[in-house]
């Protein structure tokens, strides 16, 4: 056998091994799915295992309150108890329960207060009449700031700064660029219209980096949100 031969049969058995573990793990989602149509109680015991982690991230990011968070929680995987029967599996299960956990966060949010559109331009960065930018200064505890900081910790520091942000903008912001939806889809959950997306969408995004200008370069970092 050549050594061209041995890398191809490797390389099918790969892509045969990376098939078989998709077909099992479709079989089992599928297996879980109709246990939880039928009503079993460890289906849903199984389902909250395998998502309440992924649940609760979400609540805590788009809800600032650990309290409202954990009701989130509960609600999310009442809702998905409920409507269960409605999954038609356009798209995978984890990808449905992300969706049914940010429509009860947005759901919470508009309980408690009516969604606006808030005043950014304090954090937008300033030219002067010739186009040339207006450095202003960054607050004074980013300054302090040391290259001691780990990943997690530089992670924490990149999510106080999305906090800044009015909510209307953090919103957009996480379904976009965190959350993976379309701007599209953002506007259609947020119930604006697209172009009031993009709008909110590339104000958010320039006032982020505004923010973060003065970590990143106490830090010198990149951080994936």
Known sequence: MTLASSIEDETDLSDESRVRQTESRNDAESSLIERLREGDDRAYESLIRAHGPMVLSVAGRYLRS?????????????????????????????????????????????????LRESSIDHMLPVFDERGKRVEAA?????????????????????????????????????LRDIDGYTTREA????GININAAKTRLHRARSALKVLLEPIMEQTDCNVDL
Do not use: H
Not at 80 to 86: H, L, P, V, W, Y
Not at 93 to 110: D, N, T, Y
Not at 145 to 172: C, F, H, K, S, T
């Open 66 to 114: 650990e309290a409202d968070a954990a009701d989130c929680f509960q609600e999310t995987f009442l809702a998905i108890f409920q409507n269960i029967e409605s999954f038609e599996r356009r798209s995978s299960l984890r990808q449905w329960v992300r969706g049914v956990a940010i429509k009860q966060c947005l759901m919470r949010i508009r309980r408690g207060q009516r």
């Open 138 to 174: 960054g607050p004074a505890d980013t300054m302090a700031i040391g290259e001691a900081l780990d990943e997690r910790q530089r992670r924490e520091l990149v999510r106080e700064q999305i906090n800044r942000l009015p909510q209307d903008y953090r919103l957009v912001l996480f």
């Open 187 to 190: 506007a259609t959950i947020l």
